[in-house]
């Protein structure tokens, strides 16, 4: 009697999802969005790409204050490059207290790339690569470099070959932060200042 019980309870169970399945129906809604293409562009710039024109957005203020660009060309004879990330560096690169902030740029005439080191406060502008040799640079054009970074170390590895540092082992040794420049998988180095001007210690191959 159990039996027969169970099997009737089963079948009813199941003649009921069948009839809910049946009644089931599925609606398929398609929704077409459309995505605007927004466009920003800068007013009676037309000569400015839009590349230059986020970079300059991007800048900080104290240096967009400063007044040492004329429009996006450093000195009429540099431009703004995005090649590498982030847009632009700062620190206390001369060790005078001041931020400074360091941007890479191209020679306009050349296309040699490089980048600019303009000390806060003074305003002073230091071109590094970009058509312009350094102390102990390997290169005027610097568009092997894409990686950069701040260095705030005091104690660095050594110099190779005669460019060492100061230290007993050659290692150099600095005050301020510095700029770490290296290609990707061969190597770098660092641009410091020394007092006077900035000079290239190449690290590693």
Known sequence: MNRLLIILIIGLLSSCNSNIDKKKTVETK???????????????DKDISKSEFFIYERLPDWLLKSNVFNG?????????DNRLNPLYLEADYNGDG???IAIPIKEIKTDKVGFAIIHGVSNKIYI???????K???SDDMSYIDIWKVNREKINEAGLGGNTGTGKKGELIIKNSSLQI????VGGGQIYWDGEQYIYIHQTC
């Open 30 to 44: 398609i929704v077409e969005k459309v995505i605007d293409t927004v466009y920003i562009e800068k007013k009676n």
């Open 72 to 80: 996006l060309k450093l000195k009429n004879e540099f431009e703004f």
């Open 98 to 100: 001041n931020l400074d």
């Open 128 to 134: 590094i690569g970009a058509g312009t040799e350094i």
């Open 136 to 138: 102990n640079g390997l």
């Open 182 to 185: 290296e290609k990707s998988e």
